[in-house]
């Protein structure tokens, strides 16, 4: 049964794949899951809008994302690199990202969580499970977790 989740937090979807970022903002939508969804397409893109830069230079210096998910074979510049940066950067370091990729190295997984992931998920290939996946990720992550205020990055 679908639960509504009314949280004010953005969620940055950092996404290459067309089907995968259709399936997610599908399964957020039949979870229940109303929150605004940012999609940012390769990694370029991601730390513009988070950082300001770019196609993004005029958003607001409050709209960051309450959650980041985040894909780690992306063009221009890849999930690893991009979660480094979020990392290093005193406005984003408390942001939650969840790494949701394709990718079963070890050595993914393992540099994920030395950069500072939060949580590593590997996509479903099987359709229904992909979406009780986003559906439990988004529960989680914006019902359940108690995240870190936004603005202590700004004190």
Not at 69 to 78: E, G, K
Request: charge should be negative.
């Amino acid at each position: 049964m679908p639960y509504s989740i009314n949280t004010p937090g953005l969620l940055l979807l950092v996404e290459d794949n067309a089907d995968d970022e259709e399936l997610t903002l599908m399964a957020f939508e039949q979870g229940g899951i109303t929150n605004p969804v940012v999609v940012a397409r390769d990694g370029v893109e991601a730390l513009d809008y988070l950082f300001g830069t770019g196609i993004y230079r005029d958003r607001p210096a409050e709209n960051l994302p309450a959650l980041i998910l985040l894909d780690l074979q992306l063009p221009r510049i890849n999930g690893l690199e991009v979660l480094q940066r979020i990392r290093h950067n005193p406005q984003t370091q408390l942001i939650p990202v969840v790494i949701l990729t394709t990718s079963n190295e070890q050595q993914d997984l393992v540099e994920s969580y030395s950069l500072g992931c939060n949580s590593y998920i590997q996509k479903p290939v099987d359709y229904d499970q992909f979406l009780n996946v986003i559906q439990q990720l988004g529960m989680y992550w914006l019902v359940i977790n108690s995240p870190p205020p936004l603005s202590a990055a700004y004190e």
